[in-house]
């Protein structure tokens, strides 16, 4: 392991691989720090320049976007009060608070060195649980893979959204998408209504790029008001000069504290799709029930700074672990990846490691380098970033737009899959309107294929049904979806129950 780590890192120092890194980290904490520009969004907007690289170079430009995005929304998030990514809300409750004081250099560095200790011990997690887990998953049969894929969709319908019912719908979309076209045992064609382009199923790649980027940004331009006047409270004469040495004792001098949320951003990232911002609330919401001085907390502490950026970044290595060992996708970006694999030919899952295993270990090796990468962007350019905070989104959006439709078309080179991502994109905003959650309609389309061949797989194997209940992990695995949906249908009625009396109470007061 420790020689093909060393060969993974000593080839990705040279240029045509360092180059892409770098510049994808660079790409990823500008695009992280700017409100609105999400890190799915820019990590959709490389793929397409990552096409004519060869697989490791493109999966290092995109693994460093995702580690400098993780980190860039940290940026705005302390110095403005705006947080630059749904993962950097939590960052804001004390980075923001202490910038106020007169400490901004202090704020931002407590979370970008945050970010950079949780990224290497969530980096620590993915080397050494991503074999071990292929090596068990590699024990799955038809039976175990068709089960843990209804896990994974039971659990985002639950865990996302106001909505159960709301969350398995949308789960339930991305399955009917999977439907069109032909059979993926058979071959026979279905629902194509005699549609030759709908023969060889819907693409992937213009679903997701429409329903998140499309979608996003049309939710953006309608708060396009807001958005541009708390750009315009940029303060130019910020001093972000601080000991380096000082923060980073006054995090190390915080061990518990450090380890704790770290490994609750790796679990969260485990979890398919529920994504960075739930584990930054998470580790902050632990960091202030296990804090002696709870009081403090929303006035600038540095506690709330390291807790909700360490979790922030050790997600990242848990979402890359969950798609490397089983194939799954832990977040939208970690789809992307997988769509860019797929590009490339290679099959994602157990058999990953063995079969690819300088792809592998170059991903780890990435994922290593592109933490101080980041650290050198931000301290070179976060002054260059908050500039960038008052570029007028009605000229960023527009620019945004045509690179995710020139990469919708560089998929095939047919104007048919921008018209997929087009109708996918305002059927996207329509549930985004609708309040229905966009996480369980993109796992289903994921997963909707390898669900339906697994099934068939296993009933041709055996047709005996029971064999999805009595086969140990099989069973246990269902069980498990049961008790996710159960959980999230007795946390649903709990908050409903508790609404009324909550309201109650603010009357009387």
């Given at each position: 392991?420790?020689?093909?780590?060393?060969?993974?890192?000593?080839?990705?120092m040279?240029?045509k691989y360092?180059a892409?890194?770098?510049?994808g980290?660079?790409i990823?904490?500008?695009?992280g720090?700017?409100p609105g520009?999400t890190?799915?969004?820019t990590?959709?907007?490389?793929?397409?320049?990552?096409?004519?690289?060869?697989?490791?170079?493109?999966?290092?430009?995109?693994t460093?976007?995702y580690?400098?995005?993780?980190?860039?929304g940290?940026?705005?998030?302390?110095?403005?009060g705006i947080?630059?990514t749904?993962?950097s809300?939590?960052?804001t409750?004390?980075?923001?608070?202490m910038?106020?004081?007169?400490?901004?250099?202090?704020?931002m560095?407590l979370?970008?060195?945050?970010s950079?200790?949780?990224?290497?011990l969530?980096?620590?997690?993915?080397i050494?649980?991503?074999?071990?887990l292929a090596?068990?998953a590699?024990?799955?049969?038809?039976?175990?893979?068709?089960?843990?894929?209804?896990?994974?969709l039971?659990m985002?319908?639950?865990?996302v959204?106001?909505s159960l019912l709301k969350?398995?719908?949308?789960?339930?979309l991305g399955?009917?998408?999977t439907?069109?076209?032909?059979?993926?045992?058979?071959?026979?064609?279905?629902?194509?209504l005699?549609?030759?382009f709908l023969?060889?199923?819907?693409?992937f790649?213009p679903?997701l790029i429409?329903v998140?980027?499309?979608?996003?940004i049309?939710g953006d331009?309608?708060r396009m008001?807001?958005a541009r006047?708390?750009?315009?409270?940029?303060?130019?004469?910020l001093?972000?000069?601080v000991?380096h040495?000082k923060?980073?004792?006054?995090i190390?001098?915080?061990?518990?504290?450090?380890?704790?949320?770290?490994?609750?951003?790796?679990?969260?990232?485990?979890?398919?799709?529920?994504?960075?911002?739930?584990?930054?609330m998470?580790?902050?919401?632990?960091?202030?029930?296990?804090s002696?001085?709870?009081?403090?907390?929303?006035?600038?502490?540095?506690?709330?700074?390291?807790a909700?950026?360490?979790?922030?970044?050790?997600?990242?290595g848990?979402s890359?672990v969950?798609?490397?060992?089983f194939?799954?996708?832990?977040?939208?970006?970690?789809?992307?990846m997988?769509g860019?694999l797929t590009?490339h030919g290679?099959?994602?899952g157990?058999l990953?490691i063995?079969q690819?295993p300088?792809?592998?270990?170059?991903?780890?090796a990435a994922?290593?380098l592109?933490?101080?990468?980041?650290?050198l962007?931000?301290?070179?350019?976060?002054?260059w970033?908050?500039?960038i905070?008052t570029?007028?989104k009605?000229?960023?959006?527009?620019?945004v737009?045509?690179?995710c439709?020139?990469?919708?078309y560089?998929?095939?080179n047919?104007?048919?899959?921008?018209y997929?991502?087009?109708?996918?994109?305002l059927g996207?905003y329509?549930?985004v309107k609708?309040?229905?959650?966009l996480a369980?309609?993109i796992l289903g389309?994921?997963?909707g294929?390898?669900?339906?061949t697994?099934?068939?797989?296993?009933?041709m194997?055996?047709?005996?049904p029971?064999?999805?209940?009595?086969r140990?992990?099989?069973?246990?695995?269902?069980a498990?979806s049961?008790a996710?949906?159960?959980?999230?249908?007795?946390?649903?009625?709990?908050?409903?129950?508790?609404?009324?009396?909550d309201?109650?109470?603010?009357?009387?007061?």
């Amino acid at each position: 392991m420790f020689e093909l780590l060393w060969q993974g890192l000593v080839g990705l120092m040279a240029l045509k691989y360092l180059a892409p890194l770098a510049l994808g980290t660079l790409i990823g904490v500008v695009g992280g720090a700017l409100p609105g520009v999400t890190i799915t969004m820019t990590i959709i907007i490389v793929l397409p320049f990552t096409f004519g690289l060869d697989p490791l170079q493109g999966l290092a430009a995109m693994t460093g976007v995702y580690v400098g995005g993780s980190a860039g929304g940290l940026v705005t998030a302390t110095l403005l009060g705006i947080p630059g990514t749904p993962s950097s809300v939590a960052t804001t409750f004390d980075g923001f608070p202490m910038a106020r004081k007169g400490e901004p250099g202090r704020a931002m560095w407590l979370g970008v060195w945050a970010s950079f200790c949780g990224g290497m011990l969530g980096g620590l997690f993915l080397i050494f649980a991503t074999g071990p887990l292929a090596t068990f998953a590699l024990e799955f049969g038809p039976w175990e893979f068709f089960s843990l894929f209804i896990l994974a969709l039971s659990m985002v319908a639950g865990l996302v959204g106001d909505s159960l019912l709301k969350g398995l719908l949308s789960g339930a979309l991305g399955l009917v998408v999977t439907v069109l076209g032909n059979d993926p045992i058979l071959g026979a064609p279905r629902l194509t209504l005699g549609i030759e382009f709908l023969e060889g199923g819907i693409p992937f790649l213009p679903v997701l790029i429409g329903v998140f980027a499309f979608a996003q940004i049309m939710g953006d331009v309608e708060r396009m008001g807001r958005a541009r006047r708390a750009a315009q409270a940029v303060d130019r004469t910020l001093s972000l000069a601080v000991s380096h040495a000082k923060v980073l004792m006054e995090i190390l001098r915080r061990p518990f504290l450090l380890l704790w949320t770290s490994f609750i951003g790796v679990v969260i990232g485990v979890l398919p799709a529920i994504g960075g911002s739930a584990a930054n609330m998470m580790a902050y919401d632990q960091a202030k029930k296990l804090s002696r001085h709870p009081e403090r907390f929303g006035t600038g502490t540095p506690e709330g700074i390291v807790a909700s950026e360490s979790a922030n970044n050790a997600n990242v290595g848990g979402s890359l672990v969950t798609i490397m060992a089983f194939g799954i996708p832990g977040d939208a970006v970690t789809a992307v990846m997988l769509g860019a694999l797929t590009i490339h030919g290679i099959q994602s899952g157990p058999l990953f490691i063995s079969q690819h295993p300088k792809i592998a270990y170059g991903i780890f090796a990435a994922y290593l380098l592109a933490h101080p990468i980041m650290v050198l962007v931000i301290a070179l350019g976060a002054r260059w970033m908050l500039r960038i905070v008052t570029v007028p989104k009605a000229a960023l959006f527009p620019v945004v737009l045509v690179l995710c439709t020139v990469g919708a078309y560089a998929l095939g080179n047919a104007m048919s899959t921008v018209y997929v991502l087009l109708i996918f994109g305002l059927g996207g905003y329509g549930m985004v309107k609708a309040g229905i959650p966009l996480a369980p309609f993109i796992l289903g389309v994921i997963l909707g294929d390898q669900i339906e061949t697994n099934l068939v797989r296993a009933v041709m194997t055996d047709a005996d049904p029971w064999l999805f209940v009595t086969r140990p992990i099989s069973g246990m695995l269902l069980a498990a979806s049961v008790a996710s949906v159960a959980l999230a249908l007795w946390q649903h009625r709990r908050v409903r129950r508790r609404a009324p009396a909550d309201a109650g109470e603010g009357a009387d007061f």
